[in-house]
């Protein structure tokens, strides 16, 4: 097998799980009636274009946005999410949203 075709066959398997999981999802967010506005994507893959296109047209469906997190806070998602926490917590932000607001920033994916 070329490494063309390796990196194929590893981009066709992340997209099927990608998918898998996906539909999963749907399911829970189609049914439960959760009054979304957006997806915001975290963690180490979304540094990836690749990761990240498959999950946005997996997620079309949905017919809401979809962004990432940008700086720090996009591969440090659970430490930063802890200090977030910590400084509503502290009276630093009055509430998660004005937190979250403040201190991550968002772009379109």
């Known amino acids: 097998m070329s490494l063309s075709e ?3 066959y590893i981009q066709y398997d992340i997209t099927k ?5 996906v539909y999963i999802l749907a399911d829970e967010v189609l049914y439960q009636k959760y009054n979304l506005k957006k997806i915001v994507l975290t963690g ?9 296109k498959c999950l946005a047209e997996y997620l079309c469906f949905l017919n809401l946005p979809v962004y990432k997190l940008v ?5 440090k998602a659970a430490a930063y999410g802890a200090l ?3 400084m509503v ?7 998660l949203k004005a937190a979250t607001k403040t201190m991550c920033m968002l772009k379109p994916v």
């Open 6 to 8: 390796k990196i194929t």
């Open 71 to 75: 700086g720090i806070a996009s591969s």
């Open 17 to 21: 799980k990608l998918g898998d999981i």
């Open 44 to 52: 180490g893959l979304t540094k990836s274009g690749f990761f990240c």
């Open 84 to 86: 977030i926490t910590a």
């Open 89 to 95: 917590g502290s009276g630093y932000f009055p509430n």
